[in-house]
């Protein structure tokens, strides 16, 4: 059996006010040309296929579009669940309907918990699709009291589904959750609060493999069967490091399985770049594209005037400027003293050191002496 196993496609995300769904089209193209090349026996989606529970249209169309090619030019089956940022209810919309094309899609929780089996020469290979759900669903459904966060409602649900397959026989877990020791990223939200979403990877111990979805960096997590595809792209400037793919999975007869990756390339990647401006304004080193979406550290310490129309002259898709020089002071706070004691120097001597985490110069307190003797004087003309 071979298989893909991708998720965290996020279609109509938009990272810094761009859209990104031409991006997404560009590396799905690609995903097709994957599945051209190595002719899988079934592709796995484990969640967020959107980015939000109302997808906008241009999304919905992606997505269309690319299942399409899937089933009618590849003949290949999906299984495909949702995740924690879709619609359940909108993503598993005519699915009865469509699995007899191919595309067993799982959005509400199925109590029943029916694998979806596929055949090999070797015999059947059963899919087991556990789309995200909220433990209080699965308390609910059951009727299981003592089901309080995420660990707890996934051994329930590993037990009853491993109960419903033959022994002996190959069997792969398709789940959206964030396991214990998984890397994450600023981009994914989180599942829950105080740390209640976190699954033991130990559950999946009887599954042959497990493909994740949730956290957006490729990686296994305690076994190298028990694995995160990771997201389509780089959705936010923590993952400049990240290693994009798809995974592929070959498994043999006794369910041993094999593991590769292949990496697709974006049509413009995510970087983070710093140097004072002028340093910057130098443009890209030779492996690099001017087109890239930037975030940008400068680390000029005096004024800079319209830093993001120069950078954007250099770099057209500059999207975050950052300046730790401005912050590196901490929390603020008033001054050691009473206020009403203190001079307009003395004040903004405070805010500056607090700010800058520096001691204001004697240079820098005679410019800002001149500045307020300036404004002054202005006030007294006027006023006259």
């Known amino acids: 059996m071979r298989f893909l196993h991708t998720s965290d496609w996020h279609l109509g995300r938009i990272f810094h ?30 969640g967020d296929v959107y980015d939000r529970s109302v997808p906008p249209t241009e999304a919905v169309k992606l ?80 009727g299981l009291a003592d089901i309080a966060n995420h660990d707890q409602a996934m051994a329930a649900i590993i037990q009853k589904v491993t109960a419903t397959i033959p022994a002996g026989e190959r069997k792969i877990l398709v789940g959206h959750a964030y396991l214990t020791g998984g890397e994450k990223s600023e981009s994914e939200r989180p599942l829950s609060i105080g740390g209640t979403d976190m699954v033991d990877f130990n559950h999946f111990d009887h599954f042959d493999y497990v493909a994740l979805g949730h956290l957006h960096q490729p990686q296994s997590i305690g076994k190298p069967h028990i694995r995160y595809s990771g997201s389509l792209l780089k959705y936010s400037f923590s993952e400049v490091n990240h290693k994009k793919s798809i995974t592929l999975v070959e498994m043999d007869d006794t369910g041993k399985t094999e593991i590769q990756s292949y990496s697709l390339t974006p049509r413009r990647d995510v970087r983070r770049i710093e140097g004072e401006l002028n340093d910057v304004l130098r443009g890209p080193q030779q492996s690099e594209s001017k087109e890239d979406y930037l975030l940008v550290s400068l680390l000029d310490t005096g ?23 401005l912050s590196t002071g901490g929390e603020l706070r008033g001054p050691a003293s009473d206020h009403r004691k203190l001079s307009e120097k003395e004040l903004f001597s405070s805010f500056f050191e607090q700010v800058t985490g520096e001691t204001l110069t004697d240079e820098q307190g005679l410019v800002f002496s001149d500045t307020v003797e300036d404004l002054f004087r202005q006030k007294r003309e006027v006023a006259s």
């Not at 003949?75 to 909108?90: C, L, Q």
């Not at 993001?308 to 500059?318: Q, T």
Request: hydrophobic content about 45%; overall charge negative; charged content about 20%.
């Open 63 to 142: 997505l269309d579009e690319t299942l399409s090619q899937i089933l009618m030019d590849y003949k290949t089956p999906v299984i495909m669940i949702a995740g924690n940022h879709d619609s359940p209810e909108r993503l598993g919309f005519g699915s009865r309907l469509l699995a007899r094309q191919g595309l067993h899609l799982t959005g509400l929780f199925d109590t029943s918990l029916q694998p979806v089996t596929i055949m090999d020469k070797h015999g059947p290979v059963h899919f087991v699709p556990v789309p995200f759900v909220e433990p209080a669903v699965v308390r609910e459904k059951w």
């Open 303 to 325: 004024a800079v005037l319209d830093a993001m129309g120069r950078l954007r002259e250099v770099y057209p898709n500059v999207l975050h400027i950052e300046r730790p020089h």
């Open 17 to 46: 006010g761009v859209h990104l769904t031409d991006d997404q089209a560009h590396l799905l193209a690609q995903f097709i040309g994957l599945i051209d090349d190595v002719k899988p026996d079934a592709i796995i989606i484990a």
